[in-house]
């Protein structure tokens, strides 16, 4: 039997650990304050942790093995689990590493992008020995009712895109099946070749400060009555954002795929793509972008993070859809496509408004990511990865040699 340790103790956290623990051993750590110790209180107060699957009857009922705040149960796991936040990730990778044991799988959903080069870096000679698992995104669109007691799966994916690398012994379908026996029958994994593809891939990096751009760019600073939808409420001009986004990322492959014919990323994914992948079922018109995120069902009633004012409603900028998915996710392709010598027109645009929101400066006002907090992101600059050579040896890329036109 798989023994799961679950990073965190949110939304995410809460639906992994209740499901999970209805077939597995599941130890659930948080490494936040007490909370650790207020969630065990609120399991025992309810006698179990219970998920139900909105829009059906189905109810499952868990209880974790041990819910700790104590790093070292981690050397009782075989598989972590990661469903912090990304701009916790190097927290729990520093505090398990001393611990951990050779074979481990890390699985972190969402990886968001460049997770291997903070993997690598925290981990360090032990890296080789252990698996690493990137995913595009979480399983569910989820959220939890009462806190350590009840959630809600919103809705499932029916596939979810996973680059695996497997520790020294195991292969990656050794890994798959592990996991995919962890999730049950939904969603599939579907593995994606190298873990640049979830990278790039990623669809927060795109979706969060893209739409958050695309509504609030033009604000008056005056509250709003109540709070706006998020996904239902795309805009055409929003819908041409993040379709913006998609073609710079899309561009950044091809300068890959020019450096070596054979670095596959064929599995990143425009933005209509991966809607259509994730919930075609529950898409009812997809006849657009715009359509397809009015419709889907599964992100019905979510709204742009707000804060409460006098006369209304005011946009929450310090919410992770800038202040994580910026970071650890354009950031990096940001960082990724200068190295390339590739243009990123959107990308800059919704970066720049971006970072003013956040008081930041990751990318220069000469277009280079070496900004006053670029160290804070995941660009491969922050890294010490400064040129096209070094990016290349870190991805195991073999460059095409040119000469006189002729590339061989």
């Not at 969603?187 to 990096?205: A, D, H, K, R, T």
């Not at 993040?242 to 599995?267: P, R, V, W």
Request: hydrophobic share 40%; aromatic share 10%; glycine share 8%.
């Amino acid at each position: 039997m798989a023994s799961a340790l679950v990073c965190g103790g949110g939304n995410a956290a809460q639906v992994v650990s209740c499901l999970f623990g209805s077939r597995y051993k599941v130890t659930a750590i948080s490494l936040y304050a007490d909370e650790a110790e207020r969630w065990a209180h609120a399991v025992k107060e309810a006698g179990c942790m219970s998920c139900a699957f909105q829009g059906t009857n189905k109810v499952v009922k868990s209880v974790p093995d041990l819910i700790t705040k104590d790093p070292s149960a981690v050397k009782h796991c075989d598989v972590v689990l990661f469903t912090v936040p990304s701009s916790f990730h190097e927290q729990y990778f520093k505090a398990l590493e001393p611990h951990v044991k050779e074979g481990t799988i890390f699985a972190v959903m969402p990886a968001r992008s460049g997770c291997d080069f903070l993997f690598k870096k925290v981990m360090g000679a032990k890296a080789d020995k252990l698996g690493f698992v990137a995913f595009e995104t979480l399983p569910w669109a989820c959220r939890f009712n009462d806190w350590g007691k009840t959630a809600t799966v919103l809705g499932t994916k029916e596939t979810i895109g996973a680059a695996v690398v497997p520790p020294l012994g195991k292969t990656k379908m050794d890994v798959v099946l592990k996991l995919q026996g962890l999730l049950g029958v939904e969603p599939m994994i579907v593995e994606c070749p190298n873990v640049m593809s979830i990278s790039l891939g990623n669809p927060g990096q795109v979706i969060h400060p893209g739409v958050t751009f695309g509504r609030w760019h033009a604000w008056d600073g005056k509250p709003l009555p109540q709070k706006p939808l998020f996904y239902h409420g795309v805009d055409a001009f929003t819908a041409e954002v993040l379709e913006g986004i998609s073609a710079d990322i899309k561009n950044i492959c091809k300068a890959l795929k020019s450096l070596d014919k054979d670095y596959d990323t064929s599995q990143v994914k425009t933005i209509m793509e991966w809607y259509m992948a994730s919930y075609s079922t529950s898409i009812t018109d997809a006849s657009n972008l715009q359509k397809a995120m009015n419709t889907n069902t599964a992100y019905e009633g979510l709204c742009h993070p707000m804060k409460e004012v006098q006369g209304g409603y005011v946009p929450d900028f310090q919410f992770r859809y800038l202040s994580e998915d910026v970071p650890t996710g354009l950031c990096f392709t940001r960082g990724v496509a200068e190295l390339l010598g590739v243009k990123t027109p959107t990308i800059d645009k919704v970066m720049y408004w971006c970072q003013e929101k956040l008081s930041k400066e990751f990318l220069t006002k000469g277009g280079k990511m070496a900004g006053a907090n670029v160290t804070e992101t995941r660009a491969p600059q922050a890294y010490g990865v400064t040129s096209k050579s070094q990016l290349c040896s870190f991805l195991k890329i073999k460059q095409t040699s040119c000469f006189a036109g002729i590339c061989g």
